[in-house]
């Protein structure tokens, strides 16, 4: 009897080590760049990319979209260029010819009140600034204006009509685009209630001459 009660004993804990290492080991992580291959984001990251792609039935098969749906920290591996965002539980990787193409993901893990959002968006554009990322030269496309409570005023009612964002370049390599927007009960125009959702989407430059 008491052996039986040992054994059992060590399963449980065998057990409970096994869950809180599991639940406590933190998000997955992904390493990419556009035009880094499959294989190599594959090897790179904790996150299991290739069990979460989508494989196209073309002759050889092929990466189609990479989803993510669960915790996981996301480095754009650019050696000059590059970032980690906070984490997240959303995004997609798109894949063409064995290289990523397209990264779309929200750098949170839920919509969030304004000033939380703002918050996380000055911290972003800081980062992207300090990376060498600068806004497409074009009329109306700047780094979004939240320094004074002037400015955020402005934008908070402005998200309760439409999304605004910024497009930034590395010239002729990447692009990136920074979007925030109203996304929970936003009909309602009430400042204390609406939440708040930021998007990122990286790609190839297509924007410069």
């Given at each position: 009897?008491?052996k039986?009660?040992?054994?059992?004993?060590?399963?449980?804990?065998?057990v409970?080590?096994?869950l809180?290492?599991y639940?406590?080991?933190?998000?997955?992580?992904?390493?990419?760049?556009?035009g880094k291959?499959?294989d190599?984001v594959?090897s790179?990251?904790?996150f299991?990319?290739?069990?979460?792609?989508?494989?196209?039935?073309?002759d050889?098969p092929?990466?189609?979209s990479?989803?993510?749906?669960?915790?996981?920290?996301?480095?754009?591996?650019?050696k000059?260029h590059?970032?980690?965002?906070?984490a997240?539980?959303?995004?997609?990787?798109?894949?063409?010819?064995?290289?990523?193409?397209?990264?779309?993901t929200?750098?949170?893990?839920?919509?969030?009140?304004f000033?939380?959002?703002?918050k996380l968006l000055?911290?972003?554009q800081?980062?992207?600034?300090?990376a060498?990322?600068?806004?497409?030269s074009?009329?109306?496309n700047?780094?979004?204006?939240?320094?004074?409570?002037?400015d955020?005023v402005?934008?908070?009612?402005?998200?309760?009509?439409?999304?605004?964002g910024v497009?930034?370049?590395?010239?002729?390599?990447?692009?990136?685009?920074?979007h925030?927007?109203?996304?929970?009960?936003?009909d309602?125009?009430?400042?204390?209630?609406?939440k708040?959702l930021?998007d990122?989407?990286?790609?190839?430059?297509?924007?410069?001459?």
């Open positions: 009897m008491f039986r009660n040992s054994y059992g004993a060590v399963v449980v804990l065998l409970a080590a096994a809180a290492f639940f406590g080991r933190g998000p997955e992580h992904i390493a990419i760049h556009i291959s499959f190599t594959a790179d990251s904790t299991p990319v290739k069990d979460e792609t989508a494989i196209y039935p073309s050889p092929h990466p189609s990479t989803w993510i749906s669960t915790p996981v920290v996301i480095t754009f591996d650019d000059q590059g970032f980690t965002l906070p997240t539980q959303f995004g997609a990787i798109g894949w063409s010819e064995f290289k990523a193409i397209t990264l779309t929200s750098p949170m893990m839920e919509t969030v009140p000033e939380q959002a703002v000055d911290e972003l800081q980062m992207f600034k300090k060498g990322w600068a806004p497409e074009v009329q109306g700047d780094w979004l204006k939240i320094e004074t409570d002037e955020k402005r934008l908070q009612a402005k998200l309760f009509e439409q999304l605004d497009i930034l370049l590395i010239p002729h390599k990447y692009s990136l685009i920074l925030i927007k109203c996304y929970v009960r936003c309602e125009r009430n400042t204390e209630t609406a708040y930021i990122v989407g990286l790609g190839e430059d297509h924007f410069s001459d």
